[in-house]
């Protein structure tokens, strides 16, 4: 017997798993792969401050190599309900499309991969026929991601589970199923520049010293493309999204100014030196004249890349065999819980189309759901057999 992806993904998306709530979806898959014969584990994480979260990891198999499926069943608020043709969480199908949140992020991606791995162990006698498969799903990946993925593969490790191959079932298909694989990411930085001068009347800028100045040169100088691209990565950017001053004088000389930016990097930098390249480069633009400094946040996001060999080849040219598409391999797009695993095993995101992700109607072909289960089933034959 076949496992039905649709199905699954209905089931899936009827629970109001909005982060952080569980709401069901995480002991619907626990039922599912347990009765396939997978040891499943829940682990719940805390940290003040944020709320507790429900997590999930199961595994069938004891020997490497240990294929690991990850995703998250949590999905963004619906919005205004009333806004959806198709209700939220109802799982509904109309014209060959699966309507709901989570349709394609990512609720759609477990249910193939579930049913993918069903079919697998149908045909192989229950169990792998060599290594193992896992999945390591958190409710945390749409909130701020602390009691997540970061924190599941952290308690995996101190059990001693180690991971050959990732597969996270983010909707990577930009256009068609099968168009794309991402397979790195850009690094993200954020920080505040602040400038500061003397307060001063606007009538005697000559015993005031304005900081929008020096801030205008500092921006001029800052902004924009950091390098040229590099062979996997489009060039690094710094954007400015906020010039702030607070002033509500109009004769005013200001006392400081600050600005917030964003820099996305390629895999020319590290966030380290990427952080004395642009204080090089404020030093220069400011040349004495202009007090500034840096307030640097923290970031979790540090690029990476997983580099075309056998793992992306095996992975391309399954897809490749089911929808005859040569996939791109991809590093656009935001951050996702695959830079917390690049730090255990190689990772590719893999997934449907994203074109309605967080989108009030968000659905996906009910097609694709087939065919993404037989690209998947393909990769786990190619990887078992
Ligand atoms: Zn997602």
């Known amino acids: 017997m076949t496992a039905d992806p649709v199905a699954i993904a209905r089931e899936l998306i009827r629970c109001r798993s909005v982060t952080p709530e569980e709401g069901g979806a995480l002991d619907y898959l626990q039922g599912v792969l347990g009765r396939a014969g997978f040891a499943v584990h829940r682990a719940t994480f805390t940290e003040s401050g944020a709320a507790a979260v429900d997590n999930l990891y199961a595994r069938i198999g004891t020997d490497a190599p240990n294929l690991m499926f990850a995703g998250h069943t949590d999905v963004v608020p619906p919005g205004d309900e009333a806004a959806w043709k198709h209700p939220p969480f109802d799982g509904e199908i109309a014209a ?13 991606g477990i249910a193939c991969f ?31 991601a602390v009691n997540g993925t970061i924190k599941l593969l952290q308690w995996a490790a101190a059990r001693g589970e180690t991971f050959a191959h990732c597969i996270v079932g983010e ?23 602040i400038v500061s001068g003397r307060q001063g009347h606007v009538a005697y800028p000559d015993r005031a010293d304005n900081p929008i100045r020096g801030m205008a040169a500092l921006i ?19 954007e400015f999204t906020s010039v702030d001053v607070g002033n509500r004088t109009v004769n005013l000389i200001p006392a400081e100014a600050r ?34 400094s840096f307030d640097w946040q923290p970031s979790n996001a540090d ?17 490749a065999e089911v929808t005859g598409r040569n996939p791109k391999l991809s590093t656009t797009g935001g951050t996702s819980d695959a830079r917390f695993i690049k730090d255990y095993c190689p990772v590719l995101e893999f997934g449907l189309v994203g074109q309605t992700a967080h989108h009030v109607d968000e659905c996906t072909p009910v097609k694709d759901l087939a065919t993404l289960t037989a690209i998947y089933r393909r990769i786990i034959e190619r990887y078992c057999a």
């Not at 580099?307 to 095996?314: N, R, S």
């Open 171 to 193: 909707p990577s298909s930009h256009e068609v199923l099968g168009d794309t694989i991402k397979a790195g990411r850009r690094g993200s930085l954020s920080g505040t520049l």
């Open 303 to 319: 690029v990476f890349l997983t580099k075309p060999g056998p793992f992306t080849e095996l992975a391309a040219a399954a897809i």
């Open 220 to 238: 001029s100088a800052l902004q924009g493309p950091l390098d040229e691209r590099s062979e996997h990565f489009d060039s690094s950017n710094l």
């Open 114 to 144: 579930v049913a993918a791995a069903l079919d697998h162990l149908d045909a192989s006698g229950g169990k792998p026929k060599q290594g193992s498969l896992s999945f390591l799903i958190t409710g945390d990946e749409e909130g701020i």
């Open 259 to 292: 600005a917030r930016f964003n820099i996305r990097y390629n895999d020319r930098h590290s966030a380290t030196a990427l952080k004395t390249l642009i204080e090089r480069r404020a030093q220069a633009a400011a040349a004495d004249r202009v007090h500034y």
């Open 96 to 108: 060959g499309a699966l309507y709901g949140r989570g349709a394609v992020d990512m609720k759609g």
